[in-house]
């Protein structure tokens, strides 16, 4: 081989659940840990709501966009320490490419970003969000977790999808180190 490389490859550890209720097992609507929101308010029409199954712990989120960048989500605020790494995750059924997950941050830091969009298949997806907390060294930071709708068009559609499982825990261990023995 003309470039021979070693990699040493510890798995990582996950933490313990760091989130409230993601697996929806108590009405998440306004209560026991999440909050709905939408976003901007003169934007979003009657259509966009969320509700839950108490069936099959599913919560289903919808947007009615009523001009651009209209935003539906339920969140959930939790604490992260600085310079960790977490992973947020939730399956999402979809057949709109309008959902995903989001994590933010205030200042310092910001938006961290967003996990890639439903692809729109009518089928369960694993979306997951890998994010090292920022702010201030040594300090912990808030974090609001979004299960969201992005509607970034203008008219009046309206687009659902659904969410379960959702979760947020720190990545721990020696994710991979790589030498090269050239």
Request: glycine share 12%; charged share 10%.
């Amino acid at each position: 081989d003309e470039y021979p490389v070693i990699y040493d490859q510890v798995n990582p550890t996950l933490s313990s659940e760091l989130s409230t209720n993601g697996d929806f097992l108590l009405n998440p609507i306004n209560a026991n840990g999440w909050f709905e929101s939408f976003y901007p308010g003169g934007d979003v029409l009657a259509g966009s709501t969320w509700s839950w199954d108490s069936s099959t712990y599913i919560v289903t989120g919808g947007i009615q966009q009523g001009g651009s960048n209209s935003e539906s989500q339920l969140q959930q605020t939790v604490t992260a320490t600085v310079g960790k790494t977490y992973r947020f995750q939730a399956y999402v059924k979809s057949t709109n490419n309008k959902a995903r997950l989001h994590a933010y941050t205030g200042s310092p830091g910001g938006s961290y970003p967003g996990s890639s969009y439903h692809s729109g298949s009518g089928n369960w997806e694993l979306l997951s969000i890998y994010f090292v907390a920022t702010g201030n060294a040594g300090s912990t930071t808030t974090v609001t977790l979004r299960l969201q709708l992005n509607a970034s068009t203008s008219g009046t559609e309206t687009y659902n999808a659904e969410f379960k499982n959702a979760t947020f825990k720190e990545v721990g261990g020696n994710p991979a180190t790589m030498t090269n023995m050239v």
